[in-house]
């Protein structure tokens, strides 16, 4: 301990010497330098390092004490660096009318302070702010008009616009071009083409878009900006174009350069000669700061040698920053600037811009002068008193807080009286008033800036927390302008104590009951401890022992006891648990209390519906009081409480539940075409007393089924409509029109022709309903054709409904009431039966057909018998069948005894008779039960050795086309062979489903059909049918 006494005494020794044999460094003023818009955390400089300071022990430390809006300082090393706030040169109030090379800078105060803040001294630093291209050049207005008189002698000027960059030095504005109506550009340089770059102090500078009219050049004035000026180049005549519309382009120097440009528009007007001139090419004037709205300041004069209009003058600003704009107000006649708003010096020091003089002729001519206006002081700003921390003391919101253990002479705050006036309206003296124990002492003995002083606000006596525990500091500050202006600012002192007091609670047992089942963060009881220290010293903060494992939790800030956890008093009855309270002075102090917790049983628990809203999904036409669903609800009490009531709110009294399954139970039977929602509440209510209750909401959704079948609106059965024979084919007939009352996929309607089509002369879209002719029609289709329509909707099981559709074919409608009359016929006629056309047309054909087939049946019977009786004669007699093992093809239909003496009388007697086909079997196409078709009747008799003999007979010109006319999905009874036929192969008989009606068989080339074998509208009906057409 010795020995680290010693060389603290030491180092603070040696360190005390320095500063002592080199007093000029340790108050010299730092400058560094920055460029602007840097990013945060970049070294500006070390402070210890320029100080001449060893740094890095801890033993001495910095403090940024101003300028800490945009620096910061590492308190151990000394390096000074940039913070978060980004630095814009041009936005710095004090940067504001620097328009050259002048230094921009930022001030900073830097406090040195050594060990255990025996010493402090306070040193002045500026960083220069450097400027970057970082705006860009603009023009006052994005389109620029001159006015150019015609017959201008080439070679003459005109001054343009100038634009105008904040930025200043090289990444100022370098050069001007100049783009003539959008064609291509290019650049000349007044001189030499070779000229290297740092040549740009010629008096022109270069010239852009080389043409026959006009040329730019860029002229540096006197006051070492560029001017750009038109030239013209060639023959301007205003009769043959009166304007021209360029782009001006202006960039800086900067790297890389910024650009912008404006359209100028030249106006060819008649000839103007003479400019107005000013008296004098700089104006300067004096103004006193707080100048009222319209106190004069000068008269600009200038003169015009032209007369009438051409010597008209009106004064306007010229190159004028906005705030100028703002303040001063130019007579556009008399040429007297005044005051448009009142200027204050500590804003604006000095407006310089340049004003025009114009004169009205056409074109305009122009003569500019500068004018610098200088804001006089006035003594209008009080003294500011700023007073701001200084080392380690904490100082905020103006209040200061000092240990009463600190030495006498200890500096407690920096005091820092500014005044924004000149001269000696900003000299300002400052003191402490009142009995108190402070005092102000210079914070530098080197003469600074008499407008800003700083002082160091020192202790003047001992402090005693026990006599006074806090002192009210005012500093009066008076400047020596005449009148004076004064101002005070006051500093509260409060005095520290020493931690010396434990926290004692006001109750050293707290018993609370509390109820069970309660939320989570509830709170159980707040206790209170107090102690008799103030500030840190006071504050107390509250904790828990261990033995409550996170039941329960504390605020330790304002002692309020919650309980973390659910309490179930069926588990535990009762929670004992100690209450630390501890200060947060040094060393800390505490004190404890015990909390006992006794937990009681209440109903807190409301039913609890597993959801809120049930939504459940039945079919319609369910039986009543079927169920349609089931809720779901808790009680978390027990017994009583627990006991619950289930009730359904509802107006229409349709649904009721069960109270012990929470089933739901419909009284009537649903139809989703008369309501497809229910919507109505349950509600449960439990026990407890007082009871609680809790509401659901159900929401019931009818499904549909397809319990509707479609319905046919258009056409009616009794309706027709007149189809001329010479209709192309896909004329549209006509259009069925169906509806559906369910929805989705069971009102998802086809249609489809399911009779009455035997000529396949109509189609109709399965999707629309469009029924459209698609063969060319003939004599035979003369007449009325019923169509069976069939439309069926896409449900499970399918709802179909059929309509008729009536088309008569014929040239016109001479008579309707025959067709009315065969339409009434149509409607009494069964649905299997073909009305299509004129069914006498065939008639005489088929006649034909019937007498040839029987012609030829008695033939082939002829010639079988012949056969059959020279077979018997020929074979040897032992042989009356067939020998084992081998297959007689000649005698296979052989017919037996009891058939062969019957055969031929039946034959003799009658001519009509059905006789047996055992040569060829003409059959009508079916489908087979696995969905295939049969191919004839020789798929079924292939496999019989011999029968390439007998030939399938498929009938004449005049065969009826039965497989076009019965072609249906609907039960059709089973063709077979006579009885006559070989009864030993049965694999031989072709079966087919065919009508009753139409069944028929053939014998060798000749096909016989019986005429009671024809359906009931081919025989009977057409017969009537002819009779009706006749009469």
Known sequence: MRTTGAVDCMCYCWLLLQLLSQPAAAKQVLRYRLAEEGPPDVRVGNVAADLGIVAGSGEVTFTLESGSDYFKIDNITGDLSTNERRIDREKLQQCQMIFDENECFIDFEVSVIGPAQSWVDLFEGKVIILDINDNTPSFPSPVLTLSVE???????????????????????????????????????????????????KRRFDDAQSRSSVFELQVADTTDGEKQPQLIIKGALDR???????LTLRVRDGGDPPRSSQAILRVMITDVNDNSPRFEKSVYEADLPENSSPGAPILQLKAVDADVGVNGQIEYVFGAATESVRRLLRLDESTGWLSVLHRIDREE?????????????????????????????????????????????????????????????????????????????????????????????????EIEGDMNKKKYFLHTSAPLDYEAVQEYNVVIVAVDSGSPSLSSNNSLIVKVGDMNDNPPIFTKSTVEVSFPENNAPGERVATVVALDADSGKNAEISYSLDSSVNGIFSIDPDSGDIRVNTILDREQTERYEFKVIAKDKGVPVLQGSATVVVLVADKNDNEPKFMQDVFTFY????????????????????????????????????????????????????????????????????????????????????????????????????????????????????????????????????????????????????????????VSKLEQKHFGLHRLVVQVNDSGVPSQSTTTLVHVYVNETLSNSTIVDAQIAKSLGTPLNADIAGDPNYDLGKQRLSIAIGVVSGIMTVILIILVVVMARYCRPKNKNGYEAGKKDHEDFFTPQQHDKSKKPKKDKNKKKSKQPLYSSIVTVEASKPNGQRYDGVNEKLSDSPGMGRYRSVNGGPGSPDLARHYKSSSPLPTVQLHPQSPTAGKKHQAVQDLPPANTFVGTGDNISIGSDHCSEYSSQTINKYNKQLLQ
């Open 348 to 444: 604006v020091s000095q407006l310089r811009f340049t004003v025009m003089a114009r004169d009205r002729g056409q074109p305009p001519k122009t003569d500019k002068a500068t004018m610098i206006i200088n804001i006089k002081d006035e003594n209008d700003n009080v003294p500011n008193i700023d007073i701001r921390k200084i080392g380690r003391i904490f100082l905020r919101d103006g209040v200061a807080n000092v240990a009463e253990d600190v030495v006498v002479d200890t500096p407690i705050a920096l005091v820092q009286v500014s005044d924004r006036d000149k001269g000696p309206n900003g000299v300002v003296t400052c003191t402490v008033v009142g009995d108190v124990p402070f005092q102000l002492k210079p914070a530098s």
């Open 239 to 245: 009769e043959q174009r009166d304007s021209y519309e």
């Open 150 to 200: 015609e017959n201008r002698p080439i070679g003459t000027l005109y001054l343009l616009p100038t634009a105008t960059d904040r930025d200043f030095g090289r990444n100022g504005i370098e050069r001007y071009e100049l783009i003539q109506d959008g064609a291509e550009s290019s650049v000349r340089r007044l001189g030499s083409a070779s000229a290297d770059v740092h040549a740009a």
């Open 618 to 773: 039945v079919k319609e036409n369910l039986q009543p009081n079927s169920p349609v669903g089931m809720v779901t609800v808790m009680d978390a009490d027990k017994g009583q409480n627990a006991e619950m009531s289930l009730y359904i709110e509802e107006e229409e009294d349709i649904f009721s539940i069960e109270n012990n399954t929470g089933t739901i139970f419909s009284t009537v039977a649903f139809d989703r075409e008369q309501k497809t929602t229910y919507s109505f509440r349950v509600k449960a209510v439990d026990g407890g007393d007082p009871p609680r209750s809790a509401t659901a909401t159900v929401s019931l959704f009818v499904m549909d089924e397809n319990d509707n079948p479609p319905t046919v609106t258009f056409p009616i059965n009794s309706s027709y409509t007149l189809l001329p024979p010479s209709s192309n084919i896909r004329t549209v007939v006509r259009t069925v029109i169906a509806t559906d009352t369910d929805t989705g996929v069971n009102a998802d309607l086809s249609y489809s022709i399911i009779g009455g089509n035997p000529f396949k002369l109509f189609e109709i879209d399965p999707a629309t309903g469009v029924i459209s002719l």
